[in-house]
């Protein structure tokens, strides 16, 4: 239409064609081209789209600038509102700050912040730090090298006191190094801000062994939750990284540290150091080459002590200076309290050990768990410290190259210890060396340790002192010493072992040279060994022992199998044995009960004298045993031999058979020897014989009661005479003339009562 005008103020219009105000093609109804202007718009439809192509403007004035209204009038979606509550219609969301700081050698330093200068260098870094705004920030460094003076400021070359600061790097390509005529560093990063972050860069220290100019600490925290990650820290006079007091959960993960050692004298250094009351400290994945201390939990005199440390998964390897044991140190005058420390998963390699310290005042809760440790120069694990150590999973290798160095080494008698479950090779003295502890050992895999090989030591496993252990469920196997279990009491007070359920090819053996008693209980284990006239027995108790010995299996045991000269009651019971080397028992103790074991083809030495059970000792009761020989030669001389020494010993209810030279030699005193089978002691029979005639008894002994009944109505028979092989019987009438030729029922025996 060419023009349309509406003149009704009141009457509505229809139009049925697109009007289009500065177009001549309109696809809507109302086409616009240019820019409108309207007091207010109202949309109707509840299913139409509303499309805009371009930006929308909406003013920031009106309370209800931008406004999406349900039909009850309430809001839903208020442009402005939300604004204001976000803050923003004066300044947009920024991000935390972040400036940058180029070293004066970085390959692009354009654009950056702070650029060094190459001289005094941390001038510039601490700038960048203190221009963080109050809410935090990053500072990161660039590539290139920060040289720092070692000479001033004599205290911290970087304090950080502010909160939500971190500090980064390009990883080793970010290198911050001492400066001057030493190349050593005084001092290094002192974190007192909370939620502080390290990452990616380098810390050269610069300090030489021997130098008298060396930085006391690289990175040292006394805040909460500081992170230190992926930095790479060498040359270092004292100590790597520290956590100090203050510190509480924090976590240093995958940094490098290197050539971590003291140069002038003093208390140990740390790599990885946590002192002083540090509270919930994580270390973990760091690798440290080098170190005077890999992992060195400390507390000084006058400090608390330090909780719910954790070690995990680190790597320590001893170089050139250093041998980067593990140290826990608590010093004397420490204040009271319990330090609680773990170490699982870490790799201790050429020389790195454990060694928890002492305290009179301080306990210790340590667990060691799942650790590697290989060729360590001295004990692989040691733990000296009051309290419970935990020492389970770890494999320990080649520990110690002199006397007195052992796998795992256990010394106060206050301390308490679960070892378990470990694999421990080839160390020179014990494989587990448990002194004046209570201790529980199971499930350990012990091999070739007592590699000195002497009569006098190296042993898989040796309890001594006032030691209380439960040895359980272990492997022991081979090794060039001569003993695998080993308990020695020269104290005065009382040693308690169990000795159970273990596999072992060396021998136990006890003693005691004080005032003190040994009371051991020996059961369920088996020993496998090769027979040898020179080398030990199985089991040997000696001196104020007494000890029970049960339900165990003795295969080819070297010597005997039992050697038993323990002074107080013993009882040997349910054993079996086969193939040892001489007797399986050998008792020099008085009153010890042998009794229901089972002896199958032992005694295989032909060079030498061996026997079942061979009894020197008073007052033994030896009943119920099996004793077999059953090779075509036996070996085996006699089953049971009772020598001259022994006196009062009691042989009853026993089954012997195939021995050599006899089933039973007695040349004890006073001995009592009844209802043994394949040695008769009583016999009974009826033999038809004549006035005077001898009946031949077939028994073993000479026997001592003897009787004998006529079968004659009228007539009488007695036993006149008893010798080694015959009954001597006279048969009389009532007027004494000889009888009759009859049937006499006769029985003989050893007499003697038990």
């Known amino acids: 239409i060419p023009y349309f005008t509406a003149t009704s103020t009141t009457q509505a219009s229809t139009i049925t064609y697109r009007i289009g105000i500065g177009t001549t093609s309109p696809y809507a109804k109302l086409s616009v081209v240019g820019e409108t202007v309207s007091s207010y718009f109202t949309a109707t439809s509840t299913t139409a789209t509303s499309t805009f192509s371009g930006n929308v403007g909406i003013s920031r004035d009106n309370t209800n600038a931008f406004l999406i209204e349900k039909s009850d009038g309430t809001d839903v979606f208020n442009v402005n509102t939300i604004l204001q509550k976000l803050t923003l219609n004066e300044q947009a969301v920024k991000p935390a700050a972040t400036l940058t700081v180029c070293a004066s050698n970085a390959k692009f330093p354009k654009g950056c ?226 330090s609680t420390v773990s170490f699982m998963g870490n790799s201790f390699l050429s020389g790195a050990y454990i060694s928890l310290g002492n305290s009179s005042t301080q306990t210790v809760e340590a667990i060691i768990s799942n650790n590697t440790i290989v060729n360590p120069v001295s004990h692989g694990i040691t733990c000296a410290a009051n309290g419970t150590c935990i020492i389970t999973g770890n494999k320990i290798i080649g520990a110690g190259d002199a006397d007195g160095e052992y796998g795992i080494r256990l010394s106060v008698s206050t301390a308490k210890a ?150 107080k009651k013993g009882v040997i019971e349910g054993n079996y044995f086969s193939l040892g080397g001489r007797e399986a028992v050998l008792s020099a103790s008085n009153n010890i009960l042998i009794a229901n074991n089972y002896l199958y083809n032992v005694a295989s030495l032909a060079s030498v004298t061996e026997n079942g059970f061979q009894i020197t000792g008073d007052y033994n009761v030896v009943r119920g045993n099996t004793i077999i020989d059953d090779r075509g030669t036996p070996l085996m001389d006699y089953g049971i031999d009772i020598t001259s020494t022994a006196d009062a010993t009691i042989v009853a209810d026993n089954y012997i058979s195939g021995a050599e030279d006899g089933n039973l030699l007695n040349n004890g005193t006073n001995s009592v020897i009844k209802n043994n089978t394949g040695y008769l002691t009583e016999k009974s029979g009826a033999t038809s014989i004549a006035d005077g005639g001898t009946i031949a008894h077939g028994l073993a002994i000479t026997p001592t009661c003897a009787s004998a009944v006529a079968s004659v109505a009228g007539e009488f028979a007695s036993v006149t005479a008893i010798d080694g092989t015959n009954l001597t019987v006279a048969i009389k009438k009532h007027d004494n003339t000889a009888g009759t030729t009859q049937t006499i029922y006769w029985r003989a025996s050893n007499c003697q009562a038990y």
């Open 418 to 567: 679960i070892i378990s479950n470990n694999h421990i090779e080839g160390s020179y003295d014990d494989g587990i060396s448990v002194e004046a502890a209570i201790a529980e050992i199971t499930g350990n895999y012990m091999k070739d340790n007592g590699l000195e090989a002497s009569a006098s030591g190296g042993y898989n496993i040796s309890i001594t002192g006032l030691a209380t252990a439960n040895i359980a469920g272990n492997y022991l196997t081979g090794g060039t010493g001569i003993n695998g279990i080993y308990a020695f009491n020269s104290s005065t007070g009382n040693q308690n072992i169990t000795f159970a359920n273990n596999y072992i090819d060396r021998n136990f053996y006890a003693y005691t040279t004080g005032s003190g008693v040994i009371y051991a209980t020996i059961t369920g284990n088996y020993w496998n060994t090769t027979p040898s006239a020179t080398n030990s027995r199985c089991i040997l108790v000696s001196g104020d022992i007494g000890a029970i010995i049960s339900d165990n299996v003795f295969y080819a045991c070297d010597d005997e199998s039992i050697y038993y000269s323990g002074t």
């Open 113 to 338: 912040d702070y650029v060094a200068d190459g001289t005094n260098d941390e001038v510039q870094i601490n700038e960048a730090i203190a221009a963080l705004p109050a809410t935090g920030g990053e500072v990161k460094l660039s590539d290139g090298t920060f040289y720092v003076n070692d000479l001033t400021p004599a205290d911290v070359i970087f304090p950080i006191t502010a909160n939500y600061v971190t500090i980064s790097g390009m990883g080793d390509a970010t290198l911050i190094q001492g400066s001057g005529s030493n190349l050593a560093l005084k001092t290094g990063f002192s974190i007192t801000g909370n939620n502080v972050t390290l990452k990616n860069f380098r810390i050269d220290g610069g300090a030489i062994d021997g130098s008298s100019s060396v930085i006391d600490y690289l990175v040292y925290s006394f805040a909460q939750y500081t992170r230190i990650e992926n930095l790479t820290l060498s040359n270092a006079g004292t100590d790597g990284i520290i956590f100090g007091t203050g510190a509480t959960d924090g976590i240093a993960i995958n940094n490098f540290l290197y050539d971590i050692y003291r140069s002038e004298g003093g208390d140990q250094s740390g790599a990885l150091e946590v002192e002083d009351g540090a509270v919930r400290i994580t270390l973990q994945n760091n690798n440290v080459t080098n170190a005077r201390t890999c992992m060195f939990p400390h507390v000084h005199a006058g400090y608390n002590a330090v909780v719910d440390i954790v070690y995990i998964g680190n790597t320590c390897k001893s170089g050139a200076n250093g041998n980067s044991p593990v140290e826990l140190t608590i010093e004397s005058g420490a204040n009271a309290g319990t």
